[in-house]
């Protein structure tokens, strides 16, 4: 069994965390750390636990007895949690903040998007796990870079539900203000589209346009569906076979010839994508449960990888559906 | 021109009651009092009322130059205010609290429901004005009280909105968990129970039952929508004639033989009414707006009452329906 | 009085007309024509007009009766009905389908957009009343098009409610499908693209390029959020000056430099307009309630100006705000 | 691996099972049989498959290919099926329909609440799956009636999503009606008081009272709440125990002492209920998936007991949480 510490426990990639883990085969959860909740119970502050855990949170950090360390901290926090304490040899780490993402010499943690590295995770030590937004829209864009097909602006909107926002109340949480509303924020300057330029030169280093990326508050709490224009001149049939090829050996992702809609992936670790063709403009829709192939069900995978478990580990999830 | 001032304008009672005083032919809005907001533009803080007025928050009390205030403060402040400040002869108060609600020697504020008070509200001076719940539960009680028909307990299941929790974030008003959610709060212990009781005695002295109230959270942002039971042996016919009657003079309490649903009065002041006997029981359902005739619309209704306009100006308000 | 008649009277548009000509001071309902619900009181179809009227829909067609005539019936019905029948003469019409949007010889409508056409819809006699998506996305260009502005395509990514699709039960108004969920359909295919050519071209002969459009279903009821880019090399500063001048003498629109969110036009007969500069990429925020300005509130806005009334007679709406 | 059959298999109830059972260690899916559907891929209509199965419906029905026969079929089909077809011996049977869930003579079904007659199923051959409101209602109650403590009249209250009534679109489950909107059908008359008195006497033979039950039609897709409250001398802490050693074996059920709410189980099999004495009156809150404890994984349960596996397998699912 692999023995799981999670820091920064609280919150909403924690409680997701959580839920994977409770029901992963191959997993036992040694320590929830959480200074403001130490002591209480996590079903008391986690959704749908009853009955599932009798763990309590600790402000204990027993880092020597656990295999795997997720962080599920707050942007800037692992980093100073990483400079202030030597890790026990071997304990491998996996990063929810977005702390590590962008490759540095002073750092050796691998971007998690097992799409992209699967082999250089199976052998990293520590990881980076990517932004939901950010997962959302690489899985849309790979394969254009991996065929070198991207040479102009991409032009993106993507939704996001509530959870993506986090556990801490505020004006654009408050139920009475987002239900049944719609609102964008951060337009041209949100901070995934650092994580994504960088993979996307990965593949096809002379990637030099702009990612136009438009946010928007949903008024659901879970998924993102983003849609994105590129001008590209392959037609239609060779890039559902390009998509098909690059995705061949991902269990998770999916590319699909019909129309998609954002529950088709929600509660599960999919990520559901659909391209058309409009004269030279390339129309790509990409969907994801943020919570899940967002954050949380990607760290699992790729803890899965890092252990050398089948991927799909604790990860065939019933979607809801409904 | 009614000159009108309102204090505690930041809460959503205070926002609904500019969006209906706006557009009053017969009320100029002299000032907006709000401590924490004052020179702020109110289109800032207040949803929907961009290019609706120029007015700006003040930590000024102008009390001279107003016909009328409202209180649109926190349970308790209304009083302190009261007990603290000398108001203008004259000077109009309407208090969308609940410190004056119930009668005692030490004030004179009339219980303003004006479907129980409308005569003693035309000629008072200080108005409290009636509870969200309370409101929608009196309005299906009264017609029974009048006919001295209430000799025992009565089961009250009543959801709400979130806007009826106000605006100040929190667990239960975080859209990530209330979208989709339910749960009850309160049960048998909520505060409007005995502003109902003093109602109901007032039309029926005898009355000395409980009022069994369960009250819901609903994800929802407006309404309440209440299921009533009690024991009752009139039949359904002289039912529907008492209540038809006792409401005959009312233009905003409405009662039908159809099924009812909360959008039928969402974003409108009025009260639906539906009732069913099963056998010696009978089922009453009761709509609102709560914050219309549950807060502000009521309050616009009693200061139309108070300065001796009809009872529906600048309440006519096209519902929403959607 | 100006007495109206509508013809398809069951649908929402109709609905909503109604919602507001029961309050309007000028108006007269003479007669709501529906085949299927001939003999019902449209109370029992139309959501919250209880208490609001005592009108039964008919099959009849009293066409001398009245001064105007609403259309809101099915595209390609009302054509039908002008071919197949004789209008008396002086009968004033305003359609609501999009069979006369489109300005062809054989027919003499005016587009309806007030904001584009005010003069010449005072003095006509026929209005082809705009498609939701077309004014709030026109609203967005205008004041482009007026300076000569618009020399490349024009991204368009806009969400709409799901009012907009109508009355009839469908797989993606099934709520059980809808609820907290989004996809798009008819990418660059949506019916609107040619009105608001027609329109952009009016004020910009030049114009000649495409309009991008992605339509989104949202998991709301009412309104439509809009986001456009477009590149362009005017400052900020000088788009403001652009906009306010446009819009100047027109009271529903509003430019303004917060951010917005749908919920600040829902239940109005508001256009709310936000832009931003990022570098020589122009963002623009377009909001309209679909019901409202997008359909029945700009029918009577029309309706208004046929009859040389203030443009906001019987529109100035409370917001729902929530 | 145990082969199961599906007939009606266009369904909610059907997609949820399917949703189970590709998952399911101990299943193998043999057929789906939906007449309007054969030769169409089930990921074509159920919501969330695509990637997990290459199934197509089948207007076949290779009966003795299979293990276990699901009848997922409107009320009155599984009798119309059972009394016309002959199946093959030791084909066991779970019906999720209504139709044969009062025992009588003509028939050997055994009520499928494992909470209820756990070793009666396990040696069954025919299984009559609960109703979802019956479901929920009744693990509210059963621990009372074991005690012989019901005696007097028992109030609920009850909220449904919109899933329980069904794929087939209607006005009550139109997106632009029911989101934030609420509504009561059939008190006093609902279905499933039958098969809940059925239990109860089971239990208390001399259970005579009324089960009064409005159900309520809430604004969301997945999930029952349930309040009831009934007269009771007995105190917090012996109901607490009297609960929780009902369902000592149970590992669906949980007793809980804190507050629920509705998505603690939602996309799992779970029921969660809270108990609360106010003077004389006990309340108790139960909440369920409708389409898992309440439909789907309630059958998924039977099946295990029939043939000898572990209640929970192929159920310990991930709540969705949010």
């Known amino acids: 069994m692999i023995k ?79 400079e202030s304490h030597t890790l026990p040899t071997g304990l491998k780490v996996v990063d929810l903040s977005m702390d590590y993402r962008l490759a540095a010499p002073e750092h050796d943690f691998v971007y998690g998007l097992p799409e992209l590295n699967k082999e250089r995770i199976k052998s990293a030590k520590h990881i980076a796990n990517p932004g939901c937004f950010a997962t959302c829209i690489q899985l849309a864009l790979l394969p254009l870079a991996k065929n070198q097909l991207l040479h102009e602006n991409v032009m993106v909107n993507a939704i996001t539900g509530s959870t993506g926002a986090g556990v801490k109340p505020g004006a654009t949480s408050h139920f009475s203000w987002r239900n049944n509303n719609l609102s964008i924020y951060k337009p041209f300057a949100h901070q995934h589209v650092p994580e994504i330029k960088q993979s996307l030169r990965q593949l096809q280093c002379s990637f030099n346009s702009d990612i136009d990326f438009i946010p928007y508050r949903g008024d659901f709490a879970r998924g993102i569906l983003a849609t994105l224009v590129v001008n590209c001149k392959a037609n239609a049939d060779s890039l559902y076979q390009m998509f098909n090829d690059y995705y061949a050996e991902d269990p998770f992702v999916h590319v699909t010839e019909s129309n998609l809609d954002l529950k088709q992936v929600v509660n599960t ?25 967002g954050a949380s069900g990607q760290a699992v995978q790729n803890m899965n990888l890092l252990f050398g478990l089948d991927e799909t580990t604790g990860l065939k999830l019933k979607p809801s559906a409904f």
């Open 4 to 82: 799981a510490g999670i820091i920064g426990g609280a919150g909403y990639t924690a409680g997701e965390l959580l839920r994977l883990l409770v029901n992963h085969p191959e997993v036992e959860i040694t320590f929830v750390n959480s200074t403001s909740n130490a002591g209480n119970p996590i079903v008391n502050v986690h959704e749908g636990l009853i009955g599932d855990t009798d763990l309590v949170f600790t402000d204990q950090l027993p880092l020597d007895e656990i295999d795997v360390l997720f962080f599920c901290t707050a942007h800037g926090d692992t980093k100073k949690f990483m």
């Open 269 to 293: 670790n999919k990520c559901l994508i659909h391209i058309e063709k409009h004269e030279d403009k390339l129309l790509i829709v990409s969907c994801i449960d943020n919570l899940l192939k």
